[in-house]
């Protein structure tokens, strides 16, 4: 008799609480900006934010109940990865958005393909290294493999440049070497080559050089006013709405650092909550990994849940003053329709590894 599949319910709630909260802070956090500086309705991010989430959540359902079987094949990872190497190479040849080629532009809409990849590259390497023997000079073919898909990807998303994600991507493969078991001498490069693209990368740019001397020599101004609203926000809050810092002070309060409003408006308990919301999901998703009913299902849930557990954490370490600034947003919270609706995405194929192995 089969087994009775089912989502997990612990996971399945976190995140529908998650996403609409985030879009009710980014209300909070953008109001002012969007009405004042943009000359738009006030609700304006929050509303993209709002259909971010319906399409995400739709995507989300849609694949937790897709055949796992058939997307973790060869035709279907590596297709779905081609085609994201093809929408982030369109950037190049339209105009450049904030002299970066990050956005594809589409009528009416815009979409962040590396937002895509964050997820596709996972179950590539996942559909690959599921398929690597245990161990010895068999595992060299499929891991030279694994190599070309993740460097192939991460160059893609350096040059638009977006170094933070590329860093994002990098670590999430070497993470799931790590967990495939794979050999030394692959653990080795994949670890060399995060830290050398760190630092050439870091090099390369004089505002990156700004961001980390910055760092090193106390704080920049972002990371200032960050730490001025958690630091205002005391146990409890001002209360929502209530932010002063996002009345202009902080920059970007309503993406990269809506973490300080939250702390500020919500006070030490409020962000607490997030952070443990978030920590649940991010823990799930290891728990899936434990149900999986192959290889590659659980290599994919590791993957996942390690990528979105290492963005929450360079986030808030950046508010904190514990990281250079990176532009990562603060999963399932930030502003940003393409990061919101690829976590959901993400989250969908982590609820599926969970629900075949159940």
Not at 275 to 284: E, G, Y
Not at 313 to 326: E, T
Request: hydrophobic share 55%; proline share 6%.
């Amino acid at each position: 008799m089969p087994k009775r599949q089912h989502l997990d319910r612990f996971l399945l709630f976190a995140t529908l609480v998650a996403a609409p909260v985030g879009v009710a802070l980014v209300y909070s956090a953008s109001a002012p900006l969007a009405r004042d500086y943009y000359g738009l309705p006030a609700w304006d991010f929050a509303n993209r934010q709002m259909m971010a989430w319906v399409i995400g959540t739709v995507f989300m359902l849609a694949v937790a109940f897709a055949p796992l079987e058939r997307i973790l094949t060869r035709p279907v990872a590596l297709g779905a990865l081609a085609v994201t190497w093809v929408l982030l190479l369109i950037p190049y040849f339209q105009p450049e958005v904030a002299q970066t080629h990050r956005w594809l532009r589409l009528p009416g809409a815009s979409l962040q393909p590396s937002a895509l990849a964050k997820v596709l590259l996972p179950v590539a390497l996942a559909t690959v290294l599921g398929e690597m023997p245990p161990r010895g000079r068999e595992q060299n073919r499929y891991l030279v493999f694994a190599g070309f898909l993740t460097i192939t990807t991460a160059a893609l998303v350096y040059f638009e440049p977006d170094l933070g994600t590329t860093l994002l991507l990098l670590g999430t493969a070497t993470a799931m070497l790590v967990v495939a078991d794979t050999r030394t001498w692959a653990l080795a490069g994949a670890f060399a080559l995060v830290l050398g693209v760190a630092v050439v990368g870091t090099l390369a740019e004089p505002y990156r050089m700004s961001r980390f001397l910055g760092f090193l020599s106390g704080t920049t101004y972002q990371v200032q006013q960050a730490l001025i609203a958690l630091g205002s926000g005391g146990l409890t809050g001002r209360g929502p709405g209530a932010s002063v810092q996002k009345l202009f002070f902080l920059p970007q309060p309503h993406s990269d650092f809506i973490f300080a409003i939250v702390g500020e408006e919500l006070g030490f308990l409020g962000a607490l909550g997030l952070l443990s919301l978030l920590a649940l999901i991010v823990a799930r998703c290891f728990v899936a990994a434990t149900r999986a009913p192959n290889r590659a299902a659980a290599l994919l849930a590791c993957g996942l849940g390690f990528q979105l557990g290492l963005q929450v954490l360079l986030n808030v370490a950046v508010c904190l003053n514990l990281s250079p600034a990176k532009g990562l947003p603060l999963p399932l919270i930030s502003a940003g329709g393409s990061d919101l609706v690829a976590n959901l995405l993400a989250l969908g194929l982590v609820l599926n590894v969970g629900k075949e192995g159940s």
